[in-house]
Each structure stands twice: as structure tokens, then as C-alpha cells.
């Protein structure tokens, strides 16, 4: 009774790491140019890195892995971090300051249009991440939720699934949401998984990151 499932879930995981191998490699290959001249801004503006690199995992279950952006922030601004604990605005394990002050001027930029995300497209390309998946957080925000709380059996299901570089969360309004609101989009994406859904989702992202639909 079982095995059809199995083998629908196999065919899926098999055409969905397909589809993100060849359109990461195009995007890659296609964004090289505007790779070069984002990198060329940031060290104009500020002295460090071009990339900021950071372990991140679904869970506290999860093997965790290093995701790529491009910097947004001033060099060393993770040391920053704890100054600025009490004006976070968002709630659970995520930190979010709309008017954070480590954001650099061309860093606000590619925050309110996603141009810092699109490295990850060498983490699909690795096989760490999918184009479509539930959102990976920071593991030493993930370390504190379970000092403060025992980490819940809904943020461990999203272990189910390959993070993503977008999902339901980023397209149902991004940072406006709470941090439980993400937990339970992640969960329904996972429970109800189809190729035809990941292509909603990813037509679905692009207004949202043109009209910079909740970022900050």
C-alpha cells in the first residue's frame, strides 16, 4: 500500500534536485556579470568580505551547513548583535530591526530587493539548499530557543524537506510574520510538497521581490 508513495516521493526528490541543478547553473552562469559589479560596490563602500557566511540549519535534529550571501552589514557586525538585542522586533528565535544600524547604504539596497541572497544559489547548486524549501535559521538562534524552550516537534518536521531560498514564508509576507506564523508555513508546505507547488511558490516570489513585499 505504502510503496506507490515511496516511489511518487522518490520521482519528486529525483526531478526537483534536476530542476534545481540546471536552473541554478543558468541563474549563475546568466548573473556573473551583476555578481561581479555587486562585489565591486560592496568593497567600494566598506572594508571587509564581499560575502558574509554564516552556519544555518532547519533544526536542532539537522546537520547544519555554511550559506552564502552577499554582505549587507558593516565588517564584524555578528559581534554587534548583542547590543542590539533589545530593539529586536520580531518574535521566537529571529532578530530583525527595520532601521538596523550595521546595514551598510548599498546593503539596505540589496535587503529591500533580495540581491544578497542570490550566492545561494551556489549552496542549490551544492545540493545544501533547493530553490523552494522551508526557511534555515542561524544555528546559534537555534542553540538559545533551546536553552530558553525545548525546540518544538513542528520546527523539527521541517527537517523533512531541503531548505529553500524562497517558500511559503517569503511569499506570505516575509518579515510582517511572526516567528510561529513561519514554523506553520513551513509545516504546510511540507505536508502538502508537489512540483506544481514549487513552480507557484517561485512565480509567486518574483512581485514579491520586485515590489520588496516585507523586507527589511
Do not use: C
Not at 51 to 63: P, V
Not at 114 to 142: A, T
Request: hydrophobic share 45%.
Amino acid at each position: 500500500f505504502g510503496q506507490p508513495q515511496i516511489r511518487d516521493a522518490t520521482v519528486i526528490r529525483v526531478i526537483k534536485r534536476a530542476f534545481d541543478i540546471v536552473v541554478s547553473s543558468l541563474l549563475l552562469v546568466l548573473l556573473a556579470p551583476a555578481f561581479a559589479v555587486v562585489a565591486f560596490a560592496i568593497k567600494l563602500e566598506t572594508y571587509g568580505p564581499v560575502f558574509f557566511k554564516q552556519m544555518i540549519s532547519l533544526s536542532d535534529n539537522d546537520e547544519p551547513f555554511e550559506l552564502y550571501k552577499f554582505r549587507t552589514m558593516v565588517h564584524k557586525a555578528e559581534d554587534l548583535k548583542e547590543l542590539l538585542l533589545a530593539l529586536n522586533e520580531a518574535d521566537g528565535v529571529l532578530f530583525k530591526i527595520k532601521n538596523d544600524p550595521r546595514l551598510t547604504k548599498f546593503g539596505r539596497f540589496m535587503r529591500r530587493y533580495s540581491i544578497d541572497e542570490l550566492p545561494q544559489l551556489l549552496n542549490v547548486l551544492k545540493g545544501d539548499m533547493s530553490l523552494v524549501g522551508p526557511r534555515p535559521l542561524p544555528v546559534k538562534d537555534i542553540q538559545q530557543m533551546h536553552k530558553r524552550d525545548r525546540v518544538s516537534d513542528d520546527l523539527r518536521r521541517r527537517g523533512n524537506a531541503k531548505p529553500g531560498m524562497t517558500g511559503l514564508w517569503q511569499i506570505s509576507g516575509r518579515s510582517d510574520l511572526g516567528f510561529r506564523e513561519m514554523v506553520m508555513l513551513d509545516v504546510y508546505y511540507i505536508e502538502n510538497q508537489r512540483l506544481l507547488f514549487d513552480l507557484e511558490i517561485l512565480l509567486r516570489t518574483i512581485p514579491v521581490v520586485v515590489f520588496a513585499k516585507g523586507a527589511y
